[in-house]
């Protein structure tokens, strides 16, 4: 689903003409479209079969061509050919750093967007490059379907944030396609399955294709198909397992010429593709190619385990964690879908076989599922037939930065889409009249390590005290996962504009970085949130009570005094310090020996108020 | 979680009676049922008047399914239902509360040093407090005694907490 901030009321789905609408799946490695005749979805098929490799070339004539013909060329032409340009896809240089150096091109840009220099020194972008295979995919299903194409779903990675789903958006956009829905593969994978087999039931995918893993659970019953977790890497899939067979087997391959890594590469994948029905096969790198890193090896299947163990722990520990989400053991799934072209290979299989316990389904064709379901949900979408209903979720938690940098979510993954979610929060300095708001995504603690989307400012708040103020902060999602977010001040009761400007891509933070983090950095990053939000209510506690032993010193005994002044220095010890229970033991303390002294003041506000004080004065002599 | 001043109860969205014991298996169904009734993809091409009222539907139905599912909003939605609220700031009980801050250093102290096989027996201990806790809800709302289920909710916020924390320190 997509992450987006709208205006209130703005378009998405225009009317989709009921005859053409399809499916797509745009591959990191190959694309394909779909279509739904008479009630059941088939893969449209082409020149070569209904798979397009998801490669470009760009010549120096200026032509462009797409997929096998381009495949081609990689060889003569790399640095003009583009190939996995799905890794690229809504990335800033930083978030690339790590595959730079396998990549046979050349990139430039900056922390939000990347571009490529092909044929001629034309700069073209990821999100140009994919609407080059979106339409040749275009081009496909109107000679096959004798007519314009009025509507599309493409499928995303369940795992793709907002700046990649919203390039996957443009992408299609500029490639003339009616974008009705962004989809989760995984989803669609499911969507494929159980229609086809009427299945009931539990479900995991588990989704490894070129570039990017998912793992979905999903509960099939009756038409419903109903998202219970969703969780993933955007960045590892068996691209990663060719350039980890290629280096293993050709040392020092990063420093060598593009042309060089490009060819061991495909060699590699050669090798990884024949090891799926072969046990060894022989690796060659022709001294043709590049006399210095000329290599003949044989590799064998038990080679290729070792080598892709490490990536395949990765997934499993996303598998345990999605599990946990969905709060179902691995006993209580009724199967596991097989889907992307890595789990083609035994050794993906043998290895997800032995994570669940189970041997896993792949009946379906693991390339051409994703685009089946994608082409049934175009098909609701453009036909609103009764017999699916497809209840997806928000990958990614949303929030908003709180002072001190803390996160605090309003959505959590895995919330069922459309969904709401409403949180007060109060001002914390005196007489502050706006408030910043800052809404981010993500699953770290502090809004520094998550994906920065908007940031706006509520204007108008009327001058009080510190926690007078009172914002109302709501977050809506609908089924299209489009975000919107309303502040309003409530203790005047007077409802404040709010200016939304979208900053999704501005932060340089490593989205891939980011997204590991949340799982090594926990225990940091809740330590640090303690911290945060214990010094900060340290803060205010020790301004209160100053201030109140200020002003009303005459219900202020002395030793009550004495024991104040101690707990306080006591707590200002513990703010100085980093160890967020000191501090919250220290609150209690001062807590504990002002309690008199609170008392007497609340006796006096109350008996203030039957005097007819106003209210909210004898609220502010307590210090609420 | 929801209030119930601002949106229709959550139990009647769901066709439910209110209660604290809920069969979880009807509660999917009812929540499958309705979804399929009020899901915006059936709308997508019906005018934006009814579009619009479709997803405010779906979203509040998809709420009262997350609070009806679970037992402690479960809880504590019944208690607002019957004007008990619960406030961000109440306390335990002070030999309770000394009590946590005693595990909670345990824990903390567990975390540091990495030993993943306490962290995990605290868990585990607390996750049995937790039923127990459950399980005299139960007791607590069949003889409507919100006053001490009042209590007890409190007791689990802080207990959820501490379990959040477990987690956190198993993840490392």
Redesign the interface.
């Known amino acids: 689903m997509l992450l987006q901030i709208a205006e209130p009321g703005e378009s998405k ?1 225009k ?2 003409c009921k005859a053409r609408v399809v499916g797509i799946d745009l591959g990191t490695t190959n694309s394909l479209v779909a279509h739904v005749a008479d009630a059941s979805p088939e893969v449209i098929s082409g020149e070569g079969g209904p798979l397009v490799p998801s490669v470009v070339n760009y010549g120096a004539d200026g032509v462009v061509v797409v997929g096998k013909l381009a495949q081609a060329r990689a060889l003569d032409a790399p640095r003009d050919t583009l190939a996995s340009v799905k890794r690229l896809i809504g990335r800033g240089l930083k978030d690339l750093q790590a595959v730079r150096g396998l990549l046979p091109y050349e990139l430039d840009g900056d922390d939000r967007a990347v571009s490529i220099t092909v044929a001629g020194g034309k700069k073209v972008s990821p999100v140009e490059v994919s609407a080059e295979v979106l339409k040749e995919l275009k081009r496909r299903a109107e000679s096959s379907l004798g007519g314009p194409i009025e509507g599309a779903v493409i499928t995303v990675p369940a795992y793709f944030d907002d700046a990649q789903r919203q390039a996957t958006r443009d992408a299609g956009r500029l490639a003339g396609l009616e974008v ?1 829905r962004l989809l989760a593969e995984p989803t669609a994978a499911a969507l494929a399955y159980g229609l086809d087999r009427g299945s009931t039931g539990t479900y995991a995918v588990y989704d490894l294709g070129g570039g990017t893993f998912d793992i979905s659970i999903l ?1 099939l ?4 198909f ?1 998202v219970k977790a969703t969780g993933g890497d955007s960045a590892l899939g068996g691209d990663d397992i060719d350039r980890e067979i290629a280096t293993r087997l050709v040392p020092g391959l990063e420093k060598a010429p593009k042309k060089v890594i490009g060819a061991a590469v495909a060699e590699a994948r050669r090798a990884k593709e024949a090891l799926t029905t072969q046990s060894e096969t022989l690796f060659e790198l022709a001294p043709s190619v590049s006399e210095t890193f000329a290599r003949r090896k044989v590799v064998t299947r038990g080679d290729l385990q070792t080598w892709a163990q490490p990536l395949l722990e990765k997934t499993g520990k996303a598998c345990r964690r999605v599990l946990k989400d969905s709060e179902l053991t691995r006993e209580e799934l009724d199967g596991v879908i097989l889907v992307g072209g890595s789990t083609r290979s035994p050794v993906v299989r043998e290895y997800v076989a032995e994570l669940f316990g189970k041997t896993p389904l792949a009946d379906l064709d693991p390339e051409q599922v994703v685009a089946l379901g994608a082409a049934v ?1 175009a098909d ?5 037939r ?1 017999d699916v ?3 997806d979720v928000v990958p990614l938690s949303l929030g908003i930065e709180m002072m001190g940098g803390v996160v605090e979510k309003l959505i959590h993954r895995n ?6 979610a409403t949180q007060t929060f109060t001002t914390y300095a005196d007489n502050q009249t706006g408030f910043d708001i800052h809404v981010v995504q993500g699953e770290r603690e502090t809004a520094d390590a998550c994906r920065s989307l908007a940031r706006f400012v509520l204007r108008g708040v009327p001058p009080m005290i510190a926690g007078m103020g009172r914002v109302e902060i709501t977050f ?1 999602v ?2 299209d996962g489009l975000l919107k977010v309303t502040a309003k001040e409530l203790t005047t009761g007077t409802e404040a504009s709010v200016q939304v400007k979208p900053s999704y891509g501005l932060t340089d933070e490593q989205v891939e970085q980011m997204l590991i983090d949340s ?2 950095y ?2 940091e ?2 330590a640090k949130r303690n911290l945060v939000i214990e010094r900060v209510e340290a803060e205010r506690i020790l301004a209160a009570t100053r201030q109140a032993f200020a002003t009303d010193t005459e219900l202020l005994d002395d030793d009550v005094r004495a024991a104040g002044e101690a707990a306080m220095k006591v707590l200002e010890t513990a703010v100085a310090g980093t160890d967020h ?1 000191a501090i ?2 220290a609150i ?1 303390g001062l807590d504990l020996a002002t309690k008199p002294f609170a008392q007497k003041r609340m006796n006096r506000a109350i008996a203030a108020q039957f005097q007819g004080v106003a209210l909210e004065d004898a609220a502010r002599k307590v210090g609420i | 979680m929801a209030s119930p001043s601002t949106s229709s109860d959550l139990f009647s969205l769901l066709g439910l009676q209110p209660s604290y014991e809920i069969d979880r298996a009807a509660l999917e169904a009812a929540y499958h049922e309705r979804s399929k009734e009020v899901h915006p993809d059936r709308f997508a091409q019906a005018p934006a008047a009814e579009r619009v009222a479709a997803l405010s539907k779906a979203r509040a139905l998809n709420d009262a399914y997350k609070t009806l599912r679970d037992a402690r909003q479960r809880a504590e939605y019944l208690l607002a239902r019957a004007g008990v609220t619960i406030g961000d700031n109440e306390r335990l009980e002070p030999e309770l509360l000394m009590e946590f801050l005693e595990q909670r250093e345990e824990l903390a102290a567990a975390r540091q040093a990495g030993r993943s096989a306490e962290v995990e027996s605290l868990q585990a201990a607390m996750l049995t407090r937790r039923k127990a806790i459950l399980a005299a809800l139960s007791g607590l709302f069949a003889s409507g005694n919100l006053a001490d289920a009042k209590k007890q909710l409190i007791v689990l916020r802080y207990l959820d907490r501490y379990l959040e924390e477990c987690e956190a320190a198993l993840e490392d």
């Open positions: 789905v009317e989709a009705m509960k019953v009756n038409g419903v109903e949900q609701v979408l453009a036909s609103g009764q209903t497809l209840l919330t069922t889409i459309p969904a709401g809506l609908d089924a799982f090594e926990a225990e990053d809740l229970l919250r033991h209690e």
